[in-house]
């Protein structure tokens, strides 16, 4: 039996009455790369946002790996890699101190070998001591990439990964997070605009409207 690696059962979230999510309940087995789509404003960023913890929902529940966002969410965190929307680091950091912050919050083992490591595989590795307040959106999503993969996540939740990423930043994230190894069945909920590209990294798809879940398939 396949497991099944997010599920959410009539999910809800409102902000002072209003509804940005509606009774949303879904499926995603693990391994799957799912892509989010929807206008702004239709949900995408609210749903990852309670499934990593950010959020906490109004009505209905939601499960990672079998924690439960609400009850379980120290245990789900470690299990998790996550990139927001607009990229969430101290611009007065290094990349070194960003990740070691990061890597003690989430007890990630050999730390500076990790750490150095994953620097190489974004392209950063000249940039260790450079402030990130210096550096352009690609860097910064390079270095969320990074920050994504530093524990060895089960699950990704990505927030419009694609935005600032040239040419090569794309074959990147496709290389390191949209298109991940198949043997460690990690997977992958991303939200996104890019649709031209979806085909070339998901598995299926899932879109919302006006906060409701109105169209789910698998390729």
């Known amino acids: 039996m396949t497991e099944i690696s997010i599920k ?15 009774d ?16 702004n404003g239709s949900g995408k960023t609210t749903l990852l946002s309670l499934l990593n913890t950010l959020l906490k929902p109004s009505d209905g529940q ?26 969430m680091l101290h611009t007065n950091f290094s990349p070194i101190e960003e990740l070691n912050l990061f890597a003690k919050l989430y007890k990630v083992g050999d730390a500076d070998l990790r750490i150095r490591e994953v620097l190489k595989q974004v392209g950063l590795s000249r940039k260790v001591s ?15 990439i990074a920050k994504c993969l530093l524990n060895k996540p089960l699950v990704l939740l990505l927030d419009e990964p694609e935005i600032g990423l040239d040419a090569n930043g794309l074959d990147l994230l496709d290389q390191l997070i949209l298109k991940p190894d198949s043997q ?36």
């Open 8 to 22: 959410t059962s009539h999910l809800t979230k409102r902000f002072q009455g209003t509804p940005a999510l509606v």
């Open 24 to 39: 949303v309940s879904l499926e995603i087995k693990r391994g799957e790369r799912i892509a989010l789509i929807g206008n």
């Open 62 to 87: 939601a499960w990672v790996h079998g924690y439960d966002v609400v009850k379980n969410p120290n245990e789900l965190r470690g299990l998790i890699g996550v990139m927001q929307h607009q990229p």
């Open 130 to 144: 450079a402030r990130i307040g210096e550096f352009s959106r690609g860097q910064k999503q390079r270095l969320m």
């Open 184 to 219: 460690r069945q990690i997977t992958v909920l991303s939200a996104t605009h890019r649709t031209e590209r979806i085909n070339d990294w998901a598995t299926g798809m899932i879109r919302v409207d006006d906060g409701k879940l109105v169209e789910s398939v698998t390729y």
